[in-house]
């Protein structure tokens, strides 16, 4: 049984894995997540957890869940994707090294678990798009403030529009007050940019490429957009395990003590 982790700048994602099946994934507010492992810790006697797999983007959280895990006597090992769980992607970047470790992880799983050419849009706190050429090379990508961001922006800096969240369904193109008006408004601005961005890539680099869709908020923009192929909104936390079955048992026993120290 392994705990997968995918921690974000907004939320945080985690599930299991077992016997070649991710399961139970959910996602939490980031800031919430590190009590809710110490719920799961105290809880291994119906969990059997053998291994954590991390990836995280908050390094803050990252500490935390360290500090979490390093008051546990019975800790399991921790593999941390870029730290002692490391996987290669031939790439076009210029310094993969600074490559968020989110889209490393959705990059290798893509190339395991789909044919290329492939674009991975990960819709999160920022909403990526991640291309990788019919030679299964990445070749780069885009970063975009995400839709949460702009509602955000929206009603820190205009005075008199409220604080909405982004809503979680609807196709309405008339807002019947300030509020809706808002929601609809990224809500069908997110959709056109994705399909339009979608047109722009086949158009450039080729009609075959397959979309992918993923991260927290991709389930309502598949829900409404006509061009992406596949929504696979747990890629990341599949991509984890993928990473540790091919790669984590080769760590070396100082490699796991020094992780876990």
């Known amino acids: 049984m392994l705990l997968l ?12 894995y077992r016997e070649g099946k991710a399961f139970g994934m959910k996602h939490i507010q980031t800031y919430k997540f590190p009590s809710k492992l110490s719920n799961l810790m105290r809880n291994r006697s119906t969990i059997p957890i053998e291994a954590i797999i991390l990836s995280s983007v908050v390094p803050r959280i990252t500490l935390k869940i360290r ?18 769980l490391r996987v290669q992607i031939k790439h076009n970047y210029k310094n993969a090294s600074k490559l968020g470790q989110d889209r490393l992880a959705n990059i290798y799983g893509s190339l395991k678990l789909y044919r290329p050419p492939l674009l991975i849009m990960d819709f999160g706190t920022a909403v990526t798009c991640d291309f990788i050429s019919k ?9 975009i403030p995400g839709p949460e961001i702009a509602l955000r922006a929206l009603s820190e800096r205009a005075a008199l529009l409220p604080k909405v969240p982004f809503p979680k369904k609807g196709d309405s193109l008339l807002g019947k007050d300030t509020r809706q008006g808002m929601q609809a408004g990224i809500l069908q601005g997110v959709v056109a940019m994705t399909d339009g961005l979608i047109d722009r890539f ?31 909104p747990f890629l990341t936390l599949r991509s984890l395990a993928l990473a ?12 796991r003590k020094r992780e876990s120290a």
């Open 5 to 16: 982790i995918d921690v974000g700048n907004t939320s945080t994602t985690y599930g299991f």
């Open 67 to 84: 500090k979490t895990l390093g008051k546990n006597k019975r800790m399991n090992p921790l593999y941390v994707l870029g730290g002692n």
């Open 135 to 143: 030679h299964g090379v990445f070749e780069g990508g885009l970063i």
């Open 202 to 232: 086949r158009q450039r680099f080729g009609s075959s490429i397959k979309v992918i869709a993923t991260g927290g908020l991709a389930p309502v923009i598949f829900s409404l957009t006509r061009k992406i192929d596949v929504l696979d």
């Open 244 to 255: 540790f079955l091919e790669h984590g048992p080769r760590l070396s026993p100082l490699d």
